[in-house]
Nanobody, 114 residues
Framework: QVQLVESGGGLVQPGGSLRLSCAASGSISRFNVLGWYRQAPGKERELVAIITRVGTTDYATSVKGRFSISRDFAKNMLYLQLNNLKPEDTAVYYC????????WGQGTQVTVTS
């Protein structure tokens, strides 16, 4: 069992940046994949970025070149750097550990507006 707690969300203007953090209560190195997802109002939850145990990353097309996922096994932390934010990035962002038997955080709100 592992608990995930996201932080770092907030209100930002278009073009701005945020860094989301996901703190795990236990080791995250045992998971084959870690990821960030987001859910905008009235929309389904969607994949934003994933990182595998060996460090391979993948991103949704809409965020490629703007977002960067990373993790720190020593600190049991997962991060998502969000750059050049756009209004369409507004959503609740969730971290996820695992794939089939997965753990989710409670989410952190990101609002991009002028």
């Amino acid at each position: 069992q592992v608990q995930l707690v996201e932080s770092g969300g907030g209100l930002v203007q278009p073009g701005g940046s945020l860094r989301l953090s996901c703190a795990a209560s236990g080791s995250i190195s045992r998971f084959n994949v870690l990821g960030w997802y987001r859910q905008a109002p009235g929309k389904e939850r969607e994949l934003v970025a994933i990182i595998t145990r060996v460090g391979t990353t993948d991103y949704a097309t809409s965020v490629k070149g703007r977002f960067s996922i990373s993790r720190d096994f020593a600190k049991n932390m997962l991060y998502l750097q969000l750059n050049n934010l756009k209004p369409e990035d507004t959503a609740v962002y969730y971290c996820k550990a695992g794939s089939i038997a997965a753990y989710w955080g409670q989410g952190t709100q990101v609002t991009v507006t002028s």
